[in-house]
């Protein structure tokens, strides 16, 4: 060994590099997972919407054949523009609830008017309506699964280092309301 020095010195450089290599690595990750968990979180923005969009139709068509169910209606339009106007997670996921709530009276109504469920704009509307809950459903847990998986990296020793230093913090999950938990009751008798 001609210089102790030198050797310590190129052993430090070493450590730096490959330290910078690890934290710029973990970095690109926990922005590949940032990214992820928005992307499915614009999913469910899309299928919300793509429902609210269709709402208004069906809307209309059950309004032809059930005049006198106003409260119903106008029900259904509350919960669709809070839906619409909801920014958060937790505000989507409420306003949601609501809308499930209401749309739920909708279709209700509809089993009372035989004519009605026989209509190929109210069946059309009906099926596109449930393969959209379907989607929201799907996209409710691929966003679910991503949250999952970048919360577990930013709290993962040593990545909770690095995601506190660059201000990764958790995200929120979709999370359905007690309300939707429990099992609707539909009474035709009244």
Request: charged share 25%; net charge neutral.
């Amino acid at each position: 060994m001609k210089n102790p020095l030198v050797v310590v010195l190129i052993v430090l450089v070493l450590i730096v590099i490959l330290a910078f290599g690890t934290i710029y690595g973990t970095y690109n990750q926990l922005v590949a997972l940032d990214e992820n968990v928005n992307s499915k979180w614009s999913q469910i923005d899309n299928q919300l919407q793509r429902r609210a969009d269709l709402i208004p139709n069906l809307v209309e068509t059950v309004k032809g054949y059930a005049a006198h169910e106003k409260e119903v209606f106008e029900s259904v339009n509350k919960a669709r523009e809070k839906l619409l106007s909801a920014n958060t997670v937790a505000e989507k996921a409420a306003s949601n609830d609501e809308l499930n709530t209401a749309l739920g009276r909708l279709l209700a109504i509809a089993e009372n008017y035989p004519n009605l469920k026989a209509d190929a704009n109210f069946r059309q509307l009906s099926d596109e309506l449930a393969g959209t809950e379907n989607r929201i459903a799907v996209a409710r847990m691929d966003y679910n699964n991503a949250v999952q998986a970048y919360n577990t990296k930013i709290r993962s020793f040593p990545t909770s280092i690095i995601a506190n230093m660059f201000g990764f913090k958790e995200r929120e999950y979709f999370k359905a309301d007690e309300a939707a938990k429990t099992v609707p009751k539909v009474d035709f008798s009244k």
